[in-house]
């Protein structure tokens, strides 16, 4: 079994509908500065939006193409696999029921984190994991009372830390933001226009990838 002193592995969520840059430059990003291994771990269910446009498997597809060629970002399905809504935390026990002590990071947004108070028994998530917020250089939110309270013996500066302790703890990293919109692409795929920069290569690769969006 994984011991506290392994390598951290990072949780980073999302519809991904598509998968564009913006998600996989912060997920390396992160990465490199918690030198974790990333999972990309598409929702089937968001509890907080719509549902995605692209089904269950046509977003695999595009997350398969997106992440070829390299190692460091990888593919966990298991929230598209499990009936119903997919809360975190739910995911999150999963993980430490296979993990041991291995320090597990919940990667969130600094926008999305600001709102952890409204998600599914959201206390529970610093029992099961670290958060990683990913924040902009120099930008510090205001968080509600209740998150503040919660967080704030939980804050860790070193980054190191981490690696000799499986859960508890809240970082910032610092990352570099693209100003990619996944609603902004399924629009401009909608009318027959060309994103190519504002996607990973590898979905042009196939026309089928990208035919949930066009019309």
Do not use: C
Request: a neutral charge; charged letters at 25%.
């Amino acid at each position: 079994m994984p011991q506290a002193t392994s390598k951290p592995l990072a949780i980073f969520g999302g519809t991904f509908d598509p998968v564009h840059l913006g998600h996989l430059s912060v997920a390396w990003e992160a990465s490199e500065l918690l030198d974790a291994d990333v999972r990309l771990m598409p929702a089937s269910v968001p509890p907080h939006r719509p549902a995605p446009t692209a089904s269950p498997a046509q977003r695999v597809a595009m997350l398969r193409a997106a992440l070829q060629g390299q190692s460091r970002l990888t593919l966990d399905t298991r929230e598209l696999e499990r009936a119903g809504p997919s809360y975190t935390i739910d995911t999150l026990i999963e993980l430490r029921a296979e993990q041991g002590d291995r320090p597990l990071v919940l990667l969130i947004g600094a926008d999305a984190f600001a709102n952890l108070a409204t998600w599914h028994r959201w206390r529970e998530l610093f029992d099961a994991a670290h958060i990683g917020v990913l924040s902009r250089p120099g930008v510090d939110a205001r968080l509600p009372g209740a998150l503040e309270r919660e967080v704030a013996d939980r804050r860790m500066a070193d980054v190191s830390a981490l690696r000799g302790l499986p859960a508890g703890k809240l970082i910032e990293l610092a990352v570099t933001p693209l100003e990619i919109s996944a609603t902004r692409i399924r629009e401009l795929l909608a009318a027959g226009r060309d994103p190519r920069y504002l996607l990973p290569a590898g979905l042009f690769d196939e026309s089928a990838l990208l035919a949930p969006y066009r019309r």
